[in-house]
Nanobody
Framework: QVQLAESGGGLVEAGGSLRLSCAAS????????MGWFRQAPWKEREFVAA????????YYSDSAKSRFVITRDTGNKTTDLQMNSIKKEDTAVYYC??????????????????WGQGTQVTVSS
């Protein structure tokens, strides 16, 4: 089993940038897909971005597309989310997650089996 830990959250002004990082630890790391989700107050958790570990191909929600970039470092076992042109509605707790099996439903949180504790991103006006 693998443990995930997010970092990099904080207070950022609208229009600014922030980089989140997800570090994997443990004796074994087995993930086909790594994903980033977020949960805003009074809302359900929603998909933000995902990346296929082997190929590095990224996938994005409509909101994240053209603003966010997901990358992974295969050596350090980290998955980053570069957030650009941040908007007020990006305020949320951001979670990273690992999917050990291949699935076409990369936006479905039920497919991810391991989750981090989350990191808070707060956007000011």
């Amino acid at each position: 089993q693998v443990q995930l830990a997010e970092s990099g959250g904080g207070l950022v002004e609208a229009g600014g940038s922030l980089r989140l990082s997800c570090a994997a630890s443990g004796r074994t790391f087995a993930a086909i897909t790594m994903g980033w989700f977020r949960q805003a107050p009074w809302k359900e958790r929603e998909f933000v971005a995902a990346i296929r570990w082997n190929s590095g191909i990224g996938y994005y929600s409509d909101s994240a597309k053209s603003r966010f970039v997901i990358t992974r470092d295969t050596g350090n076992k980290t998955t980053d989310l570069q957030m650009n042109s941040i908007k007020k509605e990006d305020t949320a707790v951001y979670y990273c997650a690992a999917d050990p099996l291949y699935s076409d439903q990369i936006t479905s949180e039920s497919k991810y089996k391991t989750w981090g504790q989350g990191t808070q991103v707060t956007v000011s006006s």
